[in-house]
């Protein structure tokens, strides 16, 4: 039976939540917790609890956070409504996409087997073959050749839906750093202040070196819950000094395969390790260990300007890169 008031570690073992992910909903209003008389942390109420199982649940169902929040919101149904006619609308737009390609392949497949003698290339390429599949598709009149189009347009559309579309191969440039690291409860929290702090108190936007920053999980969070830790490492110039608790680090650079998300998508690691894994042009090139993420960062993307405008605490940062260390392949 569940507590009428739970701590964020107890909630984020609960739901399998990263307390980062707690802190970010409510940042963006999905939830509120709430400080307890004489109580150190912060506590979430059962209503709040049953809130956070809401939106979960809706973030599986592959809605934004702007949709879930009209949805759980709404005092009436009237706004769920709307938002799942929109979501229908968009599957059963995939699902007509998904189908062209199906009946595309099938397509081609006859012609294969009808000349499994030849090569596939000869096969599907020649301008005699390819006029003959053609043939096989074109349409005995308006209406059909009116599906057809659509059919194609469909393929399109999941060509473009089918993969990511802005993996770069980026390199990053070597430097020096300033190092915050927390393991406890909410250490994304924790590091992200002391690394506000010292970049303010240090004015590290009037140094005229680069301002970038990176973050990581170290120690990754354990498969059943609990706690876990994480890194920033703010660029710095090779002479500035570091006050403890931070540390001076080096940090050597390389080449990633970088994905921009928005805070919040962190799902989409699965994504970008999949285009990883099968790009035919890069491996990757990581630690080999998930203590660290196995090499892999998270670019908290200008925060040049975000630090600037923040005068205190740490500041909200709308956008990510991840990065993966990539190599070409073949390369040892």
């Known amino acids: 039976m569940e507590q009428e008031q739970m701590t964020v570690t107890q909630v984020s073992r609960l739901l399998g939540l990263s307390t980062r992910m707690l802190r970010y909903y409510e940042e963006q209003g999905l939830v509120e917790s709430m400080r307890r008389e004489g109580y150190a942390y912060r506590v979430y109420d059962r209503e709040a609890v049953s809130r956070l199982r809401q939106v979960i649940l809706l973030r599986k169902l ?4 702007r949709q879930i929040r009209q949805v759980v919101d709404d005092p009436t149904a009237q706004e769920a409504i709307r938002v799942f006619q929109e979501k229908l609308a968009e599957l059963d737009g995939e699902m007509d996409a998904l189908s062209a390609i199906r009946d595309i392949l099938a397509g081609l497949l006859d012609v294969l087997k009808s000349r499994y003698w030849m090569p596939a290339g000869r096969a599907l390429l ?4 390819l ?10 009149n308006l209406q059909i050749q009116k599906e057809r189009a659509k059919k194609m347009e469909d393929l399109d559309r999941a060509e473009e839906t089918a993969k990511l579309q802005d993996v770069r191969i980026v390199h990053l440039p070597a430097s020096a750093v ?5 393991i406890g409860p909410d250490p994304e929290s924790h590091a992200g202040r002391m690394i506000a702090d010292f970049a303010r108190q240090s004015r590290i936007w ?3 070196s680069s301002v970038r920053l990176y973050g990581f999980n170290s120690p990754n969070p354990p498969p059943g819950g609990g706690e876990y830790g994480y890194a920033f490492w703010l660029t710095i110039p090779e002479d500035m000094e570091v006050p403890a608790p931070l540390e001076k680090k080096y940090f050597p650079g390389g080449a990633y395969a970088a994905h921009c998300i928005r805070m919040g ?5 699965a994504w970008l390790a999949r285009w990883v894994e099968e790009s035919p042009e890069y491996e990757a090139n990581g630690s080999g260990s998930p203590e660290d993420m196995f090499g892999g960062l998270e670019e908290h993307l200008n925060y040049y300007d975000h630090i600037r405008s923040t005068p205190e605490g740490e500041p909200e940062i709308p ?4 990065l993966i260390p990539v190599k070409p392949r073949g390369i040892r």
Request: cysteine-free; overall charge negative.
């Open 62 to 65: 592959r809605l934004p956070l």
């Open 126 to 129: 020649e301008d005699a073959q």
């Open 131 to 140: 006029a003959e599949m053609a043939q096989a598709f074109a349409p005995p």
């Open 178 to 182: 300033a190092a915050a690291h927390y």
């Open 206 to 208: 009037e140094t005229g």
């Open 265 to 269: 998508d962190f799902h989409q690691w």
């Open 319 to 322: 956008q990510l890169d991840l």
